[in-house]
């Protein structure tokens, strides 16, 4: 077998044994956990507009903190998308959190958690406005 006819065949392996590796295996890949059966909560803050930029930073360092909570099954934090304006959809929000917790009971922990507490009572002058949306999450499949 000359050189070029197998540098081609190990070189067809690789292409073919690097395709099958699993998704887990592939780098950049993430496993996406299911979060059915879980309790979703979210929050939407809008934040008073003559805040300063630096009540703003304290406000969000402030959000960082509270998603540390051990309560807490998995926990996000964002702003609004510079998606498209639409009737339907809302970017006057400043900050939303999304926590995810296993159980009511975690929930319950979480909602008087000192640290919760804490940040309700140190932060809400700061808010014109909070929504929640708390749903227990199902399968959509």
Not at 35 to 47: A, C, I, M, W
Not at 64 to 71: C, P
Request: aromatic letters at 14%; hydrophobic letters at 40%.
């Amino acid at each position: 077998m000359n050189l070029s006819l197998f540098t081609i065949l190990i070189s067809s392996f690789l292409i073919v044994f690097s395709a099958c590796q699993s998704a887990a295996e592939q780098p950049g890949e993430t496993d996406s956990e299911s979060t059915v059966g879980l309790l979703q909560h979210n929050v939407y803050f809008y934040v008073n507009a003559d805040a300063t930029a630096e009540e703003r930073e304290e406000f969000e360092a402030g959000l960082k903190e509270l998603l540390t909570i051990s309560a807490i099954y998995k926990s996000e934090l964002g702003i609004p998308a510079a998606t498209e304006e639409r009737d339907v959809t809302d970017h006057s929000y400043t900050y939303a959190i999304f926590t995810w917790f296993e159980n009511m009971d975690d929930y319950h922990v979480y909602e008087v958690h000192p640290d919760h507490l804490h940040f309700i009572d140190t932060y809400n002058h700061l808010w014109a406005d909070v929504k929640v949306y708390d749903a227990e999450i199902i399968d959509a499949k």
